[in-house]
């Protein structure tokens, strides 16, 4: 079964609103979780590390304000997309490595956002 | 930074039919990671390899790194149509962090 899941799976937003993707870390706890983002027929971007009770770490050329993340416990990471534009519709995927999961690296299963 | 080559971009193959993908790095790899995507869907996770010549099988897949820590293959024996999909090779490049830098995948499928 699955370790780490994220939520929603597919989101449809209007054009201005924020929404939220919640990534679960089920059968460990994950001190630290990263986002990517995936384009069509393309390969996964690292945009942030979302370290718990710590900011974020964005990497070059992700907007920090725009993709607001919080690691609140050790379980849960969350990626809320403020301001939603049809540009920001794509696939979001999260991973999760922690203490207890060694040096595996474990994805979610994705959250499809479009915006219209 | 680090890049990851893999090749080929797409395979197709005839069922029972062996393959091998590769993944090559331009700089020394601390960890490299296989995994299986379908597309729009979540990432599976193959094999994960460390050491210099390591070697790990897997049903009817294989990964090997090689000594240098620069290159990586995956090898699947007698394909069957499940063993289509995307395969992406991903580093830990900058020492154990978790972060991953990923090839562009390969797309395989399998013709019954």
């Known amino acids: 079964g699955a370790v780490v899941s994220q939520h929603p799976s597919r989101v449809i937003c209007k054009s201005g609103t924020s929404v939220k993707i919640e990534c679960r870390s089920l059968?460990?706890?994950?001190?630290?979780m990263f986002w990517y983002r995936q384009f069509p027929k393309q390969s996964l971007m690292l945009m942030a590390t979302s370290n718990e009770g710590s900011k974020a770490t964005y990497e070059q050329g992700v907007e920090k304000d725009k993709f607001l993340i919080n690691h609140a416990s050790l379980t849960l990471s969350t990626l809320t997309v403020t301001s939603a534009h049809p540009e920001d519709s794509s696939f979001y995927i999260c991973?999760?490595?922690?203490?207890?999961?060694?040096?595996?690296?474990?994805f979610g299963e994705g959250s499809w956002l479009t915006v219209v | 930074s680090q890049e990851l080559e893999q090749s080929p971009q797409s395979l197709i193959v005839q069922e029972g039919k062996n393959l091998t993908i590769n993944c090559t790095s331009s700089?020394?790899?601390?960890?490299l990671y296989w995994y299986k995507q379908k597309y729009g869907e979540g990432l599976i996770f193959l094999m994960m390899?460390?050491?210099?010549?390591e070697e790990k099988s897997h049903e009817k897949i294989t990964a090997k790194l090689d000594e240098k820590k620069q290159q990586s293959s995956l090898h699947i024996t007698a394909s069957q149509p499940s063993h289509a999909g995307i395969y992406l090779c991903?580093?830990?490049?900058?020492?154990?962090?978790?972060?991953?830098?990923f090839g562009q995948g390969t797309t395989l499928q399998v013709k019954p």
């Open positions: 390899l460390q050491k210099g010549g």
């Open positions: 991903g580093a830990d490049g900058s020492g154990n962090t978790g972060k991953l830098i």
């Open positions: 059968d460990f706890q994950a001190t630290t």
């Open positions: 991973s999760a490595r922690g203490h207890r999961a060694g040096n595996t690296i474990y």
């Open positions: 700089k020394t790899l601390y960890g």
